[in-house]
């Protein structure tokens, strides 16, 4: 982040002021180490003070790698496009971030899937357990995978009937079990 954030703001900034900004660096980094060093109490719920001194050291790294980036190139004014080694870390951060966003879509849709299931327990009276067992061992399946493609093929009509069509089992793939 702090890679990301000096880059934006050291766009279009002279060595000297890119320089002003490592001073500031050193003395916020020299300031935070001062306050770790510190007796002070903190409280309970006071910030860790090495989260505050790590943003701080990361600034002025990477100000000070903008300083000798400048000094190196000998331009002027402070480019990102023509910082090589910026650019690599920016593509970097965009490809990692375009993955995350990726891999939350699918997750979101994961989420959205499992919603939509329905787990159930239930008694099946004798007689019906009986003709399902039946079924499920001529089919070469469990009665609970018999139940389950008896209830992928129910149909509700606009007046609300609930109906199953006649259809033989099978040991054919169906969606619940190519999870």
């Known amino acids: 982040m702090a890679r990301d954030q000096v880059r934006r703001q050291a766009a279009g900034m002279t060595a000297h002021?890119?320089?002003?900004?490592?001073?500031?660096?050193?003395?916020?980094?020299?300031?935070?180490?001062?306050?770790?060093?510190?007796?002070?109490p903190r409280g309970e719920f006071g910030p860790d003070r090495q989260e505050l001194a790590d943003p701080w050291a990361a600034l002025l790294s990477e100000c000070q790698r903008v300083t000798a980036?400048?000094?190196?190139?000998?331009?002027?004014?402070?480019?990102?496009?023509?910082?090589e080694t910026g650019s690599a870390w920016a593509r970097e951060r965009e490809e990692r971030?375009?993955?995350a966003l990726e891999n939350h879509a699918?997750?979101?849709e994961q989420q959205r899937q499992r919603r939509d299931e329905l787990h159930a327990e239930f008694w099946v009276r004798a007689p019906a357990g009986r003709?399902?067992?039946?079924?499920?061992?001529?089919?070469?399946l469990s009665p609970n995978?018999?139940?389950?493609?008896?209830?992928?093929r129910v149909t509700v009509d606009d007046d609300g009937a609930v109906s199953v069509a006649p259809?033989?089992?099978?040991?054919?793939?169906?969606?619940s079990e190519e999870r």
């Not at 003709?131 to 070469?140: E, F, L, M, N």
């Not at 995978?145 to 992928?152: C, D, F, H, S, Y």
């Not at 259809?167 to 969606?175: D, I, M």
């Open 106 to 108: 699918a997750w979101t």
């Open 167 to 175: 259809f033989t089992p099978g040991r054919t793939p169906v969606a």
């Open 97 to 99: 971030r375009a993955t």
């Open 17 to 40: 002021q890119v320089a002003r900004a490592v001073d500031t660096a050193v003395v916020r980094v020299r300031e935070t180490r001062e306050e770790l060093r510190s007796p002070a």
């Open 69 to 83: 980036h400048l000094v190196a190139s000998g331009a002027g004014l402070y480019d990102g496009d023509q910082d």
């Open 145 to 152: 995978e018999i139940l389950a493609r008896l209830a992928e």
């Open 131 to 140: 003709r399902v067992r039946t079924a499920a061992a001529r089919a070469g």
